[in-house]
């Protein structure tokens, strides 16, 4: 079945960087939308960026001009370069992959944690 492993987590102080990436397997990476997803303790899971088979990305409010979203569909690899993090990105940050053609398809990663603090 199709897979989605995300790495790259850790814990860093605010002002720091982090990149997490997200491996596809089974997947027929480039025809899908992908993105990263965050929950943080007692909330909502959130959208954080996406970016559709055509390259086109997005981003919530809160992260623009310090997250970058990519994606390298030959390697079947997602990323997130976060930069200036802040305390209130700390969270578990899920990768999502979803498709829509006569059904949807939609896959989620297992998470990473993502923690800021001084």
């Known amino acids: 079945q199709v897979q989605l492993v995300e790495s790259g987590g850790g814990s860093v102080q605010p002002g720091e960087s982090l990149r997490l990436s997200c491996a596809g397997s089974?997947?027929?990476?480039?025809?899908?939308?992908m993105g990263w997803y965050r929950q943080a303790p007692g909330k909502q899971r959130e959208m954080v960026a996406t970016?559709?088979?055509?390259?086109?990305?997005n981003y919530d409010d809160s992260v623009k001009g310090r997250f970058t979203i990519s994606r390298d569909n030959a390697q079947r690899m997602l990323y997130l370069q976060m930069d200036s993090l802040k305390p209130e990105d700390t969270a578990v940050y899920y990768c999502?992959?979803?498709?829509?053609?006569?059904?949807?398809?939609?896959?989620w990663g297992q998470g990473t944690q993502v923690t800021v603090s001084s």
């Open positions: 089974r997947i027929i990476f480039y025809l899908y939308h």
């Open positions: 999502n992959a979803e498709l829509t053609t006569t059904q949807k398809y939609d896959y």
């Open positions: 970016i559709t088979s055509a390259g086109k990305t």
